[in-house]
T-cell receptor, first 120, second 115 residues
Framework: AQKITQTQPGMFVQEKEAVTLDCTYD???????LFWYKQPSSGEMIFLIY??????QNATEGRYSLNFQKARKSANLVISASQLGDSAMYFC?????????????????FGQGTILTVHP | NAGVTQTPKFQVLKTGQSMTLQCAQD?????MSWYRQDPGMGLRLIHY???????DQGEVPNGYNVSRSTTEDFPLRLLSAAPSQTSVYFC??????????????FGEGSWLTVV
């Protein structure tokens, strides 16, 4: 069974500074995918970044980067130059591995989330 | 292209009532799923479907039914609502295939209160 752990219930950061949100995972599978989502107070789930288990380079999307350490089973999200609009709940999630036929679906296991507050 | 559409957005039910949360996608995705989100927790999988006519249970299926008669629609039925089903419900969809599970589309959520 897959498990995602986010140990930081809440984080605070000063505007324009960088912040790292922690995520560790547990799986016995070799092929998996890791996601980060942002959930603002309005409630929608916003996709931020994806990392495949076989990707050799850390994923980056604008101000977001994923610090992927496979041996440690960690997939931390780094937000550079924080903005007030970054204040939100952030979820780490893992996708179920492909089935025996190699088909991959979007079946996700989520962590409990981290509330990020950006101070001006 | 509307993406994933959920209705209703807000609903208040009395204990014992039944209702259906609707989910539709216009991207011809094979995979659709329902999650619930309770306060202070991440999303948990209720039911999912890998294609029309095929459904399966997730982590928290009790009290919910689903069916998938078309590729586009995946309704979630609450048979006899209980206060424990007060939650925010999200529908999601994605393609299958080698890279298909890498892009997952979420609806905007449905806020359900059972009194």
């Amino acid at each position: 069974a897959q498990k995602i752990t986010q140990t930081q219930p809440g984080m605070f950061v000063q505007e324009k500074e960088a912040v790292t949100l922690d995520c560790t995972y547990d799986t016995s599978d070799q092929s998996y995918g890791l996601f980060w989502y942002k959930q603002p107070s309005s409630g929608e789930m916003i996709f931020l970044i994806y990392q495949g288990s076989y990707d050799e380079q850390n994923a980056t999307e604008g101000r977001y980067s994923l610090n992927f350490q496979k041996a440690r089973k960690s997939a931390n999200l780094v937000i550079s130059a924080s903005q007030l609009g970054d204040s939100a709940m952030y979820f780490c999630a893992m996708r179920e591995p492909p089935n025996a036929g190699g088909t991959s679906y979007g079946k996700l296991t989520f962590g409990q989330g981290t509330i990020l507050t950006v101070h001006p | 292209n509307a993406g994933v559409t959920q209705t209703p957005k807000f609903q208040v039910l009395k204990t014992g009532q039944s209702m259906t949360l609707q989910c539709a996608q216009d991207m011809n995705h094979e995979y659709m799923s329902w999650y619930r989100q309770d306060p202070g927790m991440g999303l948990r999988l209720i039911h999912y479907s890998v294609g029309a006519g095929i459904t399966d249970q997730g982590e928290v299926p009790n009290g919910y039914n689903v069916s998938r008669s078309t590729t586009e629609d995946f309704p979630l039925r609450l048979l006899s609502a209980a206060p424990s089903q007060t939650s925010v419900y999200f529908c999601a969809s994605s393609y299958s295939g080698g890279q298909g599970g890498n892009t997952i589309y979420f609806g905007e959520g449905s806020w359900l209160t059972v009194v």
